[in-house]
């Protein structure tokens, strides 16, 4: 016996399938939902509700943590065009945007050997973010005209980007403890 | 059940008499129990109007053994026997305690499997049983004082507690015979003490520490709901760390060069402890040993005692800092930090995070209560004696869990900081052609090598069939449940052979060396465990009958088939039957047999107050 809330992630929080999203409203009904299927609601229940309440309320966290990061929204309503993005044999990424990467992945890396390498991690994620800004801007844009191909380049350069910014934030935090 | 819970606002409901339940916070120095009494929470005193038990077990050659301050106040006379500080050994290892307890006065043995033991005068005893009996007394003491058996109990656990240190103290709690509501994380706990008595809103920070573990938690409160962000910390971290470092230094001062006297070393530990509580209030006190072959008398300024243990209280702050960046939030939107913890009565820890925040730190809580108020607070809402639900707990897991892939290398499968309950799997697949098993490694940790991870458990899924290697297709699928708590299944998707197993960590107890101890524990007769099984399940019976009423009475005909109607009702009388006699097993049988009955309806139900609740909202509103 299984719970089944909705179609879709969009649909379990009556919300319209799409890129554009008011992420209060989402968390406000992200809430309502976990106010009725949260396990603290059943821990004096039978092990059945339990069970089901536990099953609800993984799922509604799960579609929310999905929703709520646009990186992952965009997979997401990908994935609903059936577009997947682990494939490993994939198509080739824009030459331009690779030596970008390099370039950034190196200066990471090199990081240490800067005057002040904290000042040169902070400048590296000023640089991720402004990155990550425009290519969001053009994900938005192409899944706006359903140009599904399009949108799924972009989504693996935030990738790329996304995996950056957690090194340089490791190394960020690490150079701080070392102050 | 809880039916009743998802009935519609302001319907009557069927009275219910106020369950008792509590709040434990099971610490490393001292432990608290504390209740909802009139709608108010408060810590509960023992007999002897003590509120606070120091958290210390002595086991006697007689078999007998004290708790709290009696066998605290004998620990120096009897360092071997009287066990304090064991949380810092629940879910480790034999190897990883003497690892960092090589001055410890305690006779570490091994015995079955990982789990240390300690030779004691009376017995070999496991951490969880010292725990236990901790537990056991709070749980007494909480009874005494309430005037009737307690439903369960909310334990709090350091929010950094892994797997294996969470398993074990459930495990404790189940040997005290204490049905556990809730592992809750500890700055959890206080934030839900400091907001609901607050009416605090917005992103607080909860800096919590205690006598051996240290938390920092981020949290967002918006009216009722307590969403942790972030938080992380150190499990061996915490005042006692303060009174070995002292320690030393008095022994360093007075030239006192032996290791192994652990009569004295207690004994300069209690200085150690009782100069570190003053110097929280005074410039400078006076330190001394007085032992049978060493006296020796000195002054601590609180500079001096400062520069001691800077570098311990700065180990601290690299937590916040990871804590912050997490929770994605900025040391500005932080609207409070709350300091929970005996040891952030200490002035220079008050400096440090204050410095750190940029702001004042709010030290008006009681630092030792708060928690132990918080989880009173959440016992009485899981117990069910606030209908109206207007508290809503969101919680985190605090470290990452994956899986040991080629090389030695983790694949990390649930992030650290992700909301639970949770779920997630991952597809593996063979390296080699005919390959009928594999062997799963899970591990918890930030690290990539699995060596610098902490491994949780083992275990094997068989029977695939043959496969040519790269063709089987395993899924394996981590779930942590609302108490921080982990549990694995995999299975070979193209054959479906299952293969589950409930985490028993490394480091734990396995299920019946608990049931030994149970049989083992002296003050435990059966009779007793008969009757109080027996008084559950009637309650049990009456409350599945009460909540099955009103669920029918107010859907029953919307969700149910006459047939099925039958079936429940059958299953109802079968409850019925057997409530009034003395087999408590039978009424847990015809109880289980109701519940298989109305699955379907429970699922329905559930289902519905889903699609109803988002019914209300209309699929464009946020386009206007």
Known sequence: MQLDFSKNYFELFSLSVSFDLDQGMLAARFQELQRLLHPDRFASAGEQERRFSMQGATLVNEAFQTLKDPLTRATYLLSLQGISLDNESDTQMDMAFLMQQMELREALDEVRENDDPLQATIGLLDEIAVLSRSCFASLEAHLHEQAWSEARDWVRKLQFLRKLRESAVALELALEDEL | MALLQISEPGQSTAPHQHRLAVGIDLGTTNSLVASVRSGVAEVLPSSEGELILPSVVRYLADGSRQVGREARDNAAADPHNSISSVKRFMGRSLAEVLATESNSPYRFVEGEGSVPRIQTASAKVTPVEVSAEILSLLRKQAEATLGGDLVGAVI?????????????????????????????????????????????????????????????????????????????????????????????????????????????????????????????????????????????????????????????????????????????????????????????????????VSDFFKREVLTHIDPDRVVAIGAALQADVLAGNKADGEMLLLDVNPLSLGIETMGGLVEKIIARNTTIPTARGQEFTTYQDGQTAMALHVVQGERELVSDCRSLARFELRGFPPMVAGAARIKVTLQVDADGLLNVTATELTSGVQASIEVKPSYGLQDQEIEQMLRDSMDYAQADKDARSLREQQVEAQRVIEALDAALASDGDDFLQADELSQIQTARAAVLAVAEADDHLAIKSAIKTLETCSEAYVARRMNASVRKAMAGHNLNEYER
Not at chain 2, 221 to 227: A, K, M, T, Y
Request: glycine share 8%; proline share 3%; aromatic share 6%.
């Open chain 2, 156 to 352: 709090t656990v350091p929010a950094y507690f892994d797997d294996a240190q969470r398993q074990a103290t459930k495990d404790a709690a189940r040997l005290a015979d204490l049905h556990v509501l809730r592992l809750l994380n500890e700055p959890t706990a206080a934030a839900i003490a400091y907001g609901l008595d607050e009416a605090a809103e917005g992103v607080v920070a909860i800096f919590d520490l205690g006598g051996g573990t240290f938390d920092i938690s981020i949290l967002r409160l918006n009216r009722g709901v307590f969403e942790v962000l972030a938080t992380a910390g150190d499990t061996a971290l915490g005042g006692d760390d303060i009174d070995h470092l002292l320690a030393e230094w008095m022994k360093q001062q007075a030239g006192i060069e032996v290791k192994d006297n652990h009569g004295l070393n207690r004994h300069i530990l209690d200085q150690a402890r009782a100069a570190k509580e003053l110097l929280s209030e005074c410039d400078e006190v006076l330190v001394e040993i007085e032992d049978s072959e060493y006296e020796w008398q000195g002054l601590l300024s609180r500079e001096a005692f400062n520069e001691l243990i800077e570098p311990l209280i700065k180990k601290t702050l690299s937590p916040c800092r990871r804590a912050l960046r997490d929770a994605d939030v900025s040391r500005d939107e932080i609207a409070a930090v709350v300091m929970v913890g005996g040891s952030t009565r200490v002035p220079l820890v008050r400096d440090n």
